[in-house]
């Protein structure tokens, strides 16, 4: 059975449930393309990590669910007073990673071999998510992130970072037995 990414959920809100995630690793890779394909192409690179393509030949696991969130501008600080920094977002450009199995430590995970793979903690994190069935388009994931953001706001939440699109089921699961989500980091 595929390892689901631990959470402890903290209350439930109108439109969504507020949960805890531990600190987790995770294999990432950027991929540039439309929402609706980028998942495809980070999904080889990134199967081929776990399967024992990285430097120790080691399997690592299956694990849902498979993230994706758009990547942010990198940032930039003004040469004035003050100081202020603004994230923005490039189109067309995604992080899409998969969560490493809880028995793995930054220490024991193996090294990817592809350049294009990094891995990392994430650190705990407090979180608004919403559940639903369906197929994995950018219109459907789009939909879901527009109700959440609204429930957060008006649950009088604020939204801290990039909202995160999450499959948990293979492709070829029908897709109205498809279990998604769409997650956005809240502050504390």
């Known amino acids: 059975m595929t390892e689901q990414q631990p ?43 776990i399967g024992g393509a990285n430097r120790s030949r080691r399997a690592v696991g299956t ?3 498979v993230v994706q969130e758009a990547e942010p501008e990198p940032e930039t600080i003004a040469m004035t007073a003050p100081v202020l920094q603004e994230e923005g977002e490039r189109p067309g ?13 930054p220490e024991t995970l193996p090294e990817p071999a592809d350049p294009r793979i990094h891995t990392r903690e994430i650190p705990e994190q407090l979180a608004a998510a919403v559940r639903f069935s369906g197929r994995w388009t950018a219109r459907a994931f789009d939909r879901q992130a527009r109700a959440l953001g609204r429930a957060v706001t008006a649950a009088g939440l604020q939204p801290c970072g990039a909202i995160r699109y999450a499959r948990f089921d293979p492709p070829w699961k ?8 769409v997650v956005l980091p809240v502050v504390e």
């Open 93 to 105: 450009c995604w992080v899409v990673r998969f969560v490493m199995p809880a028995s793995f430590t």
């Open 7 to 49: 959470y402890r959920v903290v209350s439930r809100q109108p439109g969504f449930e507020l949960r805890r995630y531990p600190a987790h690793l995770v294999a990432e890779v950027r991929v540039e393309g439309p929402f609706d394909q980028v998942a495809n192409d980070a999904f080889r690179p990134l199967a081929a990590y």
């Open 174 to 181: 029908p897709w109205f037995l498809r279990r998604n989500e």
């Open 63 to 65: 694990t849902a669910p």
